[in-house]
């Protein structure tokens, strides 16, 4: 034997490395092939490939499973005749045959039956299958199962009988034409259909079918929607009260040619509104008793009163004694202030009950401040406190206004500042803001200073509400019921006025009141 020479042994290495490499790229191949196989065997949906008669080139495992095949391998081979019944199976190769024909892909919804003998509807993607030279020669496809989807309730149709509620609709003559579930049922009928050609006679008391009539007519005769209240008698014999709303129904051409409409029940509601009412109303004779004896105590206290302050007046008057003198102020002092408090809780039942008429009358602005001036003076003077008025000799005095309503906003807030100030002053400043003298109409400020304990600035709002007060060393130190202001807020809103306040604690506050008056 011919030994090898160098050059042939290069050439054996050369040709062994070449196939070594050969056989490497085809070991890679060949896993992607199995890796790609794996991937469409375990695919959701059905996935398969057929020739052009049908016969199955392969297919994923869910395929194979749903049409009684125990591995996709048991399925090759076989025909769609093998597993659909022939009426779907011709249809399937029909629609295979229109793709190939075509040579394009198509979505197409189609039936089949899994191995169970279920019925399924799918929708399938289908396309041409070709080989390497790129000729037809079957069908790629994947179905998607869509029979949920197919046997969904959610067709217009449905939807309408389910709705909650009475919904109807009728020609207009009457004739009803159709309804919910919830209708007919509470109607007694078996189902919708046994509604049609009914007219509302058939279906209520004459007196109520009267009723209802009277509404249907209108929104017939007028063309426009239309919502009642309507009682209508149910199979079980229980009457109820609906909310109906009415819409008149037209034709293409703009005619009426009916109505439909949807009745919603409020019989419980209706229930409840008369027992609130009910409540209501026992709550306003129980509130009016409360008021009346309010008003009533009131001016039994007040009528004593005033004759005491009136009394100790006179003595105050009579006596030279001053220790004496400074009893009895400290009498008309005490008086004052349970007479403010009277007044107080008058006026908040007043309001309460919207009893505080408002009048409109000539009254003399000035003289109106002085005698608040005057009855605060002693208790200004108590605490040594200075009561200043502003009130300058250009400021129109005779307005025209509700007299009442001012002289309690004032005295409030006067009183107000005496009662939160230990030294310094009080200070009313009384300024014409703009006039229009063509309509005879004047905006007043009023302004409130005291150089007292102040307001904090959070606390601003609040002490307008009623019973607000603020620290509780106040309630100890300071006695008030908390209405005050809430009586002075109320009266100024009456006379379309506005108040702010300004203050600063420790330093002292100004409450802004601007009112619009008359001039006579
Ligand atoms: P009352 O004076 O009866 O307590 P008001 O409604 O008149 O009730 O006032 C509410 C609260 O507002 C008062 O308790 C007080 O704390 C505060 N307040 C009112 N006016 C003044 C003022 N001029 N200076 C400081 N605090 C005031």
New binding site residues.
């Given amino acids: 034997m011919k030994k090898p020479t160098k050059k042939s042994k290069e050439t054996i290495a050369k040709l062994k490395a070449q196939l070594d490499d050969v056989s490497n790229k085809l070991a890679g191949e060949q896993e992607k092939s199995r890796q790609l196989e794996h991937i469409i065997a375990s695919m959701p949906g059905h996935i398969y490939w057929m020739d052009k008669d049908g016969r199955i080139l392969g297919c994923n495992d869910e395929q194979a499973r749903n049409v009684g095949f125990s591995s996709r391998l048991d399925m090759i081979g076989k025909t769609i005749h093998d597993f659909q019944p022939k009426e779907k199976a011709d249809k399937i190769l029909a629609n295979n045959n229109e793709i190939m024909s075509l040579g394009l892909s198509k979505v197409i919804e189609e039936t089949g039956n899994l191995v169970d003998g279920n019925e399924k509807t799918f929708l399938s993607h289908k396309a041409p299958l070709r080989d390497e030279k790129n000729n037809i020669i079957g069908v790629l496809g994947i179905s998607t199962d869509i029979t949920a989807h197919k046997n969904n309730e959610f067709t217009l149709e449905n939807i309408i009988a389910l709705m909650p509620g009475h919904v109807y609709w009728q020609n207009k003559d009457g004739v009803i034409l159709g309804c919910n579930d919830e209708q007919a049922k509470n109607l007694g009928l078996k189902s919708r259909s046994y509604i049609v050609g009914k007219t509302i006679y058939d279906l209520q008391p004459k007196e109520q079918a009267n009723h209802l009539q009277i509404i249907n007519y209108k929104v017939i005769q007028t063309g426009e929607a239309q919502i009642a209240e309507e009682v209508s008698t149910l199979a079980n014999g229980q009457t109820k009260t609906f909310l109906s709303q009415k819409v008149p129904l037209q034709s293409k051409n703009g005619d009426v040619i009916g109505l439909v409409g949807i009745s919603v029940d409020i019989t419980a509601r209706k229930e409840m509104e008369e027992a609130l009412r009910f409540a209501k109303e026992r709550a306003e004779i129980t509130n009016n008793i409360k008021s009346a004896f309010i008003k009533n105590m009131q001016h039994d206290i007040r009528t004593p009163l005033s004759g005491l302050w009136g009394m100790a007046d006179i003595l105050e008057r009579k006596i030279k004694d001053t220790t004496l003198s400074d009893y009895i102020n400290n009498i008309k002092l005490c008086t004052t202030e349970l007479l403010n408090f009277c007044d107080s809780i008058l006026d908040f039942t007043n309001i309460e009950h919207g009893n505080q008429l408002l009048l409109f009358r000539k009254f003399d602005n000035r003289a109106l401040i002085m005698k608040i001036a005057s009855l605060e003076e002693p208790a200004a003077k108590s605490k040594g406190l200075n009561l200043i008025l502003d009130y300058p000799k250009a400021v129109p005095e005779i307005l025209i206004g509700d007299e009442f309503r001012i002289y309690r906003i004032l005295l409030?807030l006067v009183s107000?500042?005496i009662?939160?100030t230990e030294k310094g002053y009080v200070k009313v400043s009384v300024k014409k803001l703009k006039s229009d003298k063509e309509k005879r109409e004047i905006i007043f400020q009023f302004v409130i200073k005291?150089t007292?304990?102040?307001?904090p600035k959070d606390k601003q709002t609040y002490?307008f509400e009623k019973f607000?007060?603020?620290s509780p060393s106040?309630r100890v130190k300071?006695k008030?019921?908390?209405?005050?202001?809430?009586i002075v807020k109320e009266f100024v809103n009456d006379l379309n006025g506005d108040i702010k306040v300004s203050s600063k604690v420790k330093v002292g506050?100004a409450f802004i009141c601007t009112i619009p008056f008359k001039l006579p």
Avoid: C
Avoid at 480 to 486: I, M, T
């Fill in positions: 409030n107000n500042a009662k939160f005291d007292g304990i102040g307001i002490i607000s007060r603020l106040n300071y008030g019921l908390g209405l005050g202001l809430r506050s």
